[in-house]
């Protein structure tokens, strides 16, 4: 029988840890009972230095449930994308699949037996997936959708819609491990981890308790780690730009030629129109070319695995 971690990352989340641990324990017990998870599963809270009582309740938990609750505590505020891998990664060697969720119960909690089930079909990854967004804010939405949308357009693999809640199996974990990077983006990084997936669909619902601990300069930034970690598309932009600058700096010059010849202007003006479009363009060329090779060495840095084996049949 496969022993399930759910990895739940809790920042200053007191008002809900108790709601969110009483909700998993019940999903626990009904999946042990219907014989789908071992016995000795078990809830992973995973505490990212907490100013509140958070610590205090994941410890009160786990004296009440030793088996069911376990703990991390991190030594400060990681974020929320560091305080998940921490969890993965120590979940890694005491389960056979891990699935992340939040804190707060926005995601269904009822689609984890499904996520189970795909698992035993043979599915390395489950993405669960928003159906809908009716209970997030227009504002948040939109940006949201905007942002997947600006990520298909800089080549980077996601899965639409789908944020952090997501069951990955042991091997899924032990291979995503193998990536090294710091500048974290999880929902970027599964796709390229290869194996069988498949997603479930769930309704997203209102925070259980406690308010969002994703201000817009968060969200901000994890977009542009995103992006930036992923792909280096803007640097090719700014090549391309550099390219298509020069070939106005031509046109630029027939036409300053054609009324210098026709004697329309004043003294000094075509070398300077000429001088201001062929260096901007002959700057940005140079800058996009510089670019590229940094944009390659980024991605050396990385040093990510080149390859996933999945099966040798010998
Ligand atoms: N979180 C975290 N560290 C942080 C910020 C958030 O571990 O620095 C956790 C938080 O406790 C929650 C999850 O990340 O379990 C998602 O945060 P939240 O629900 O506030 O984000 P939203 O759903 O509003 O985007
Ligand atoms: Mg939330």
């Known amino acids: 029988m496969d022993r399930l971690a759910i990895v739940v990352p809790c920042y200053n989340e007191e008002e809900v840890l108790k709601i969110a641990s009483k909700a998993l324990r019940e999903t626990l017990e009904d999946l042990v009972q219907k014989g789908k998870i071992a016995e000795d599963s078990f809830i992973l809270f995973v505490n990212d230095g907490s100013k509140d009582r958070t ?18 505590k991190l030594a400060g505020n990681v974020g929320h994308q560091f305080a998940l891998t921490a969890g993965l990664l120590t979940a890694k060697d005491m389960s056979d699949v891990t699935i992340s969720i939040d804190a707060d119960l926005q995601d269904d909690v009822a689609v984890i037996e499904e996520m189970i089930d795909k698992f035993h079909a043979g599915n390395d990854i ?34 639409y819609n789908h944020a952090d809640f997501r069951l990955m199996s042991r091997r899924a974990v032990e291979q995503f491990s193998q990536y090294r990077e710091t500048n ?48 280096v598309k803007p640097i090719s932009m700014i090549l391309g730009m550099g390219f298509l600058i020069i070939v106005c700096s031509i046109l630029a010059a027939v036409y300053a030629l054609i009324s210098f010849f026709t004697g329309h202007v004043v003294p000094g003006w075509t070398s300077l129109i000429l001088s201001i479009w062929f260096l901007g363009g002959l700057q940005l060329l140079a800058i996009g070319l510089v670019g590229q090779y940094i944009g390659k060495i980024y991605i050396e840095v990385k040093h990510r695995p080149r390859y996933n084996i999945e099966k040798i049949l010998k």
């Open 126 to 159: 489950v993405y669960g997936v928003r159906r809908e967004r009716k209970t997030d804010t227009f504002f948040k939405r939109t940006t949201a959708q905007a942002f997947y949308k600006l990520m298909a357009l800089m080549g980077v693999k996601t899965v």
């Open 55 to 72: 610590w205090e309740l994941i410890e009160e938990e786990h004296r009440e449930h030793p088996v069911q609750v376990c703990g991390v």
């Open 184 to 231: 974290l983006f999880l929902r970027g990084m599964m796709p390229l981890i290869g194996y069988e997936t498949d997603c479930v669909y769930y309704d997203r619902k209102e925070r259980a308790a406690g308010t969002s601990k994703y201000p817009l300069k968060k969200m901000l930034a994890l977009a542009f780690d995103g992006i930036s970690s992923f792909s």
